[in-house]
T-cell receptor
Framework: KAGVTQTPRYLIKTRGQQVTLSCSPISGHRSVSWYQQTPGQGLQFLFE?????QRNKGNFPGRFSGRQFSNSRSEMNVSTLELGDSALYLCASSSGWGEGQPQHFGDGTRLSIL | TQLLEQSPQFLSIQEGENLTVYCNSSSVFSSLQWYRQEPGEGPVLLVT?????EVKKLKRLTFQFGDARKDSSLHITAAQPGDTGLYLCAGATQRDSWGKLQFGAGTQVVVTP
């Protein structure tokens, strides 16, 4: 069974640009969650999509947005990039229902802002 | 501020020693998960606990969920170099839906031969 796939693995952008990251969940999983990981803040929840609807949202500015397609694939967009957006962006998929549903993580997209 | 406090932040031990990592909160969690993350990779799920007082054993790893569902611990017996990694606890609070996890800051474990 294929795991969670994130593309691209590495990305370098400059301040003010925008970026789109992609996540393909495990087949059959309907929930996709996005997290930002930095050395100072650790893993912070961005948002979760379930059946094409945003079900949960973290405390990030509106520059961070996402969407989910009918095949459960998800994209995350960050506009007007800032230096502080440099981080590892992880997505995780799960079935989306039930207590303690395990989340399966991809290996992330490493975003560097110059 | 992290909702889940992990301790210690860093642990360096010799092969064969035992170690315990703690995860504490003032909030109640409906479930709690432990992950291990290695450099350049995403976190890999080790275990999920959902019942207060639950104890799960996976080979040399023992996980415990507190009776009040506010804390958890991970104990490794006879650690091996392959146990080296960043250990993360994560939980879903009762007011959040299942797809949102709150993570601890992590415990970096180094096991030297």
């Amino acid at each position: 069974k294929a795991g969670v796939t994130q593309t691209p693995r590495y990305l370098i952008k400059t301040r003010g640009q925008q970026v789109t990251l992609s996540c393909s969940p495990i087949s059959g999983h309907r929930s996709v969650s996005w997290y930002q990981q930095t050395p100072g803040q650790g893993l912070q929840f961005l948002f979760e999509y379930f059946s094409e609807t945003q079900r949960n949202k973290g405390n990030f500015p509106g520059r961070f947005s996402g969407r989910q397609f009918s095949n459960s694939r998800s994209e995350m967009n960050v506009s007007t990039l800032e230096l502080g957006d440099s981080a590892l962006y992880l997505c995780a998929s799960s079935s989306g229902w039930g207590e303690g549903q395990p989340q399966h993580f991809g290996d992330g997209t490493r975003l560097s802002i110059l | 501020t992290q909702l889940l406090e992990q301790s210690p932040q860093f642990l360096s031990i010799q092969e064969g020693e035992n170690l315990t990592v703690y995860c504490n909160s003032s909030s109640v969690f409906s479930s709690l998960q432990w992950y291990r993350q290695e450099p350049g990779e995403g976190p890999v799920l080790l275990v999920t606990v959902v019942t207060g007082g639950e104890v799960k054993k996976l080979k040399r790893l023992t996980f415990q969920f507190g009776d009040a569902r506010k804390d958890s611990s991970l104990h490794i017996t006879a650690a091996q170099p392959g146990d080296t990694g960043l250990y993360l606890c994560a939980g879903a609070t009762q007011r959040d839906s299942w797809g949102k996890l709150q993570f601890g800051a992590g415990t970096q474990v180094v096991v030297t031969p």
